[in-house]
């Protein structure tokens, strides 16, 4: 069982940056794929990132592309999404999914997560 708990949200102008991060507990952290996903004020919730649990592929979802980076560090059952030159468009409630043995194709289509965390809530102001 894995259970998230994502930190590192708060308010930040555009232009600026912020280190989202995911802890998870339980002792087969490295057999879930981990993904981000963020909802914004009166929209349904979509994909932002993911990474593998296998070879640590990543996949992103266009528009943070090139901004956005995920990893992940097994050792310390934790998953990362740095994000660089933010948009008032990236605000939002960002959540941490996990699915195991998971493949990237399910955790874009927001399909079958096992876990969820809470969410943080990332502010970019204009």
């Known amino acids: 069982q894995v259970q998230p708990v994502e930190s590192g949200g708060g308010l930040v102008q555009a232009g600026g940056s912020l280190r989202l991060s995911c802890a998870a507990s339980g002792r087969t952290f490295s057999d879930y794929t981990m993904g981000w996903f963020r909802q914004a004020p009166g929209k349904e919730r979509e994909f932002v990132a993911a990474?593998?649990?296998?070879?640590?592929?990543?996949y992103y979802k266009g528009s943070v592309k090139g901004r956005f980076t995920i990893s992940r560090d097994n050792a310390k059952n934790t998953v990362y999404l740095q994000m660089n030159s933010l948009k008032p468009e990236d605000t939002g409630v960002y959540y941490c999914?996990?699915?195991?043995?998971?493949?990237?194709?399910?955790?874009?289509?927001?399909?079958?997560?096992?876990?969820w965390g809470k969410g943080t809530l990332v502010t970019v102001s204009s």
């Open positions: 990474i593998s649990w296998s070879d640590y592929t990543t």
């Open positions: 999914a996990a699915t195991f043995r998971g493949s990237i194709a399910a955790m874009r289509s927001d399909h079958g997560m096992d876990y």
